[in-house]
């Protein structure tokens, strides 16, 4: 059964701040890993999809790695503004029809 | 292009009753799937659809089930509903299995 472990659950930093937030799961045997971005109560926005045999992706300010190995990924944000702050969710697609695993997710907050 | 979309945006329901729920696909899409998202909590997969079958299912009992329409579009129904049941319901589509999951605002349930 496939695990999803995000770090931190929370984080605050300043404005401008670099950042990276953590996902690990336990099967490396994956087809794709999401990131996506969730405001309170509102429904998920897709940030970026890496497919298994990829190592990054890159969009604007964000980049996602995947480390299948080791089981993990990792999204940096460049240059943090306050209208990034949401939580963070990684989701591990693992299996075939896409059975997708969510981490609890990072709520990330960007002080002005 | 509409994205995909969900109704009703809020619903309260006494337990015991039943719901429907329902949602309709980016245009193109012909996957759906449904998620359970619990109060700070990343979604829980409930299943998926697709050519008007359920291709997987996570664990979730059979009070939950669903349909997929020809036009791709789908519903949740949820009998006997508990007060566990309240929880943002969630849709997305793709194309075809291993694709970008693309999520709906959700569906807000509360059994009361």
């Known amino acids: 059964k496939q695990e999803v472990t995000q770090i931190p659950a929370a984080l605050s930093v300043p404005e401008g701040e670099n950042l990276v937030l953590n996902c690990s799961f336990t099967d490396s045997a994956i087809y794709n890993l999401q990131w996506f971005r969730q405001d309170p109560g509102k429904g998920l926005t897709s940030l970026l999809l890496i497919q298994s045999s990829q190592r990054e992706q890159t969009s604007g300010r964000l980049n996602a790695s995947l480390d299948k190995s080791s089981g993990r990924s990792t999204l940096y944000i460049a240059a943090s503004q306050p209208g990034d702050s949401a939580t963070y969710l990684c989701?591990?697609?693992?299996?075939?029809?896409?059975?997708?695993?969510f981490g609890t997710g990072t709520k990330l907050q960007v002080i002005p | 292009d509409a994205g995909v979309t969900q109704s009703p945006t809020h619903l309260i329901k006494t337990r015991g009753q039943q719901v429907t729920l329902r949602c309709s696909p980016k245009s193109g899409h012909d996957t759906v799937s449904w998620y359970q998202q619990a109060l700070g909590q990343g979604p829980q997969f409930i299943f998926q659809?697709?050519?008007?079958?359920?291709?997987q299912r996570g664990n979730f009992p059979d009070r939950f089930s669903g349909h997929q329409f020809p036009n791709y579009s789908s519903e949740l129904n949820v009998n006997a509903l508990l007060l566990g049941d309240s929880a943002l319901y969630l849709c997305?589509?793709?194309?075809?299995?291993?694709?970008?999951?693309?999520f709906g605002p959700g569906t807000r349930l509360t059994v009361t």
């Open positions: 659809y697709y050519e008007e079958e359920e291709r």
């Open positions: 989701a591990v697609n693992s299996g075939g029809y896409q059975k997708v695993t």
């Open positions: 997305a589509s793709s194309l075809v299995a291993v694709t970008e999951q693309y």
